[in-house]
């Protein structure tokens, strides 16, 4: 049994392509403009999907993030809403890797087990959690094997050569890497120690390397094509959707994502 995460990263590496991961809060504007959000940057070019699951307390992320957040969270998005979500990407035919990035304490009181029950039914591929250690991931992880669903760690520039090789022996799918010690936001630089975490983590691992916080422009995604296997770019798209009327919404996130790929 495959896992989309393993057979989309598959195919990038034998084209020699730099994989590009955008990333969608469920709720943000609104769950209908969310959901053609996630439809739009699929389109434009997204080679998998983050989905952020709202939560009122998200430490690693920075304004933009906790924006969207707040404004789902308004609304009445909660995990079963972004399961929905899932689901109904699902049926429109949506193939792409899915993955659900939000904080633990929402997927505790939902159930461990029933959610990633309910996730492997919806359609998820794989999970990130970044209030999860990797020294207390076990019991969750187990529930994820079994069902064929992807738990990413995070690693950042402060993680130890011992606390990488312990988090890669349990990972799959792909290695999220911090390029900054700091939350998530738009930034116009990338930091100069992520060039070193990627060399450092792949020499405890084969799976493709992904880099995220601070990714915002082509330059970025190019520069991080030279040394790891792509980018997750969440706040700078977010920040464009912001500051748009909601109905232009999905042409500023396609824009968006299409001069991340100069195309």
Known sequence: MTNRID???????????????????????DVETSVALAKTVIEAGGDALELGVPFSDPLADGPTVQKTSAIALEQGVNVKVCLDVVRRLRADGITTPLVLMGYYNPYLKYGLERFVGDAAEAGVDGFIIPDLPSEESGPFLKLCEAKNLHLIPLLAPTSTDERIEKACKGAKGFIYCVSVTGVTGARTQLSSGVNDLVSRVKRFTNLPVM?????????????????????????????AIDKAPKEKATSVARDFIRALKGS
């Open 7 to 29: 057979e989309t990263f598959s195919r990038l590496r034998e084209q020699k392509r730099t994989a590009l991961i955008p990333f969608v809060t469920v709720g943000f504007p």
């Open 211 to 239: 880099v995220g916080f601070g990714v915002s422009k082509q330059e970025h995604i190019e520069a991080i094509g030279k040394y790891a296997d792509g980018a997750v770019v969440a706040s700078a798209m977010l920040d």
